[in-house]
């Protein structure tokens, strides 16, 4: 993939993800003023269905772009860091399917009380957040080695806001800060500089 793809590649993936709650609201929305009411949600099935595969293609766009201007700069870490990142968050999603389902089943529903609502969902919520923090951990890496390669800072400060998101994303603003960090992302996308590749041929030329 040349450079100028890798660039829009990991900009439209970043921006998706920025631009999602807006485009999740704009879906919803009509639904509530629809005449068909709740009817109106299944017959714009495949809408709400593209609205739960997009972050799946954002972040597919993502990895592909860091893969990719992990070649172009020639720092392998960023590949890696990233690769890492995105494995811990499938097996995050999974865990936290099978601890979701375990709670289910094992929660004492005919009997409801505080305790028993505590112990359903605190599993599943926890289960979550440390994958979370754990793929943070990486995408951090990434995105910094991308900055130091780059000399794009915004890449940095990015990836301090999606460590710092994952931490705090037990309460609401640890979301609200994950989600700017994308549109961080996307906009120093714009901003990378092609690697230079003129220094070996320059450096042939002086010693003929």
Known sequence: ???STAKKALFIGALL???LPFIALAISIPAFFSPLGILSI?????LYFATLALPFVSFILILIGLISLSGHYKRPSIMKNALFAAVIGLLGGVATII????SILSAPWREPSP???ILAVVPPLATMWLFMIASAFFWRRAYTELAEASGVER???AANLIWIGAFLAVVVVGTFIAWVAYLLIALAAQQLPEPQKAAAPQQLSLIH
């Open 155 to 157: 890449f940095r400060t």
């Open 115 to 117: 305790l028993s609502l």
């Open 1 to 3: 993939m040349d450079f």
């Open 99 to 102: 601890a979701t389902a375990a």
């Open 42 to 46: 299944f017959l714009q099935g495949h």
């Open 17 to 19: 993800l920025f631009l």
